[in-house]
């Protein structure tokens, strides 16, 4: 079956570095998503990984391994504006091209 | 226009009656999304528009829910006979094309079925 899985929640201090994992069990794969959602506010987009390996994008970095069917999502320099859900989303092509499906998200808490 | 918005923000109603909810797509994006996210769970998909193309309905959890997009632009989601278990909040997403683009959501709206 589809299967997305992220820790519920994470804490972590300002200034410090937190990695939050994403595993993924999909009956096929075409890219992974990570959205960040602060509290009732709507998803936006931070990163799209479809071939192996690490993006860069600032203080982000999000990785991906497709043999391991898994993903993280790296934050430097921790501020406490980056206190938000962070969802991972997997596109599964299916019938078409455009299923994504998507993890429960990870709420991160930073604390000074 | 500037990004993706809907209205209303904020819908309280009674269990039973109908309500109906306003997507306003990004401007030239051809692609339009409807998500549901009850608290503290993943995003549900709904339902998908593409083009001209007829939509994906597959996600709806049931015949009281519909939605058209007029025009190829403005989405209107329908719930008819509210029940409690419909109160979430309901997700709109436009892209530039169904393939491979991002998606971008609205602010979405908070419905609460008393």
């Known amino acids: 079956g589809q299967n997305i899985d992220q820790p519920t929640e994470m804490t972590a201090t300002e200034g410090a570095i937190v990695q939050i994992n994403c595993t993924y069990q999909t009956s096929g794969f075409n890219g992974l998503f990570w959205y960040q959602q602060h509290a009732g506010e709507a998803p936006t987009f931070l990163s799209y990984?479809?071939l192996d390996g690490l993006e860069e994008k600032g203080r982000f970095s999000s990785f991906l391994s497709r043999s391991k069917g898994y993903s993280y999502l790296l934050l430097k320099e921790l501020q406490m504006k980056d206190s938000a859900s962070y969802l991972c989303a997997v596109r599964d092509p299916g019938d078409s091209n455009y299923q994504l499906i998507w993890g429960a998200g990870t709420k991160l808490i930073i604390k000074p | 226009g500037a990004g993706v918005s809907q209205s209303p923000s904020n819908k309280v109603t009674e269990k039973g009656k109908d309500v109906e909810l306003r997507c306003d797509p990004i401007?030239?994006?051809?692609?339009l999304y409807w998500y549901r996210q009850s608290l503290g769970q993943g995003l549900e998909f709904l339902i998908y528009?593409?083009?001209?193309?007829?939509?994906?309905k597959s996600g709806l959890p049931s015949d009281r829910f519909s939605a058209e997009r007029t025009g190829g632009s403005v989405s209107t989601l329908t719930i008819q006979r509210t029940q409690q278990e419909d109160s979430a909040v309901y997700l709109c997403?436009?892209?530039?094309?169904?393939?491979?683009?991002?998606?971008?959501f609205g602010p979405g709206t908070r419905l609460t079925v008393l």
């Open positions: 990984n479809v």
């Open positions: 528009f593409q083009g001209n193309s007829a939509p994906d």
């Open positions: 997403a436009s892209s530039l094309t169904g393939l491979t683009d991002t998606q971008y």
């Open positions: 401007s030239g994006h051809t692609a």
